[in-house]
């Protein structure tokens, strides 16, 4: 089993189905990472803690359309290939 580009995609592609399907309500907030928690001030910068609230949200607005199609391609690829 050698370590191939291949191989890097699909662990990048796991990592973001992992962020994509987090949800908010069941699982965050009770981590304290839920929609209310983090909120600051005006004029504050933001904290880690919401910037990857943030990110998390972005992922699962931005990439689920392109989610879908390249989990698609890469099931036919390993279907076709093994």
């Known amino acids: ?3 191939t580009l291949y191989s890097l995609l699909q662990a990048a592609l796991l ?3 992992a ?3 987090l949800h908010e309500e069941r699982f965050l907030s009770k981590i304290g990472w839920g929609p209310d928690q983090g ?4 004029g504050e910068d933001p904290g880690v803690k919401s910037q990857m609230m943030n990110l998390v949200r972005s992922v699962r607005t931005v990439m689920r359309v392109p989610l879908i199609i390249i989990n698609s391609i ?3 690829l390993l279907l ?3």
């Open 1 to 3: 089993m050698a370590f």
């Open 19 to 21: 962020v994509a399907v």
């Open 80 to 82: 076709l290939f093994g």
């Open 74 to 76: 890469t099931i036919v």
């Open 39 to 42: 909120i600051g001030g005006f």
């Open 15 to 17: 990592c973001v189905n």
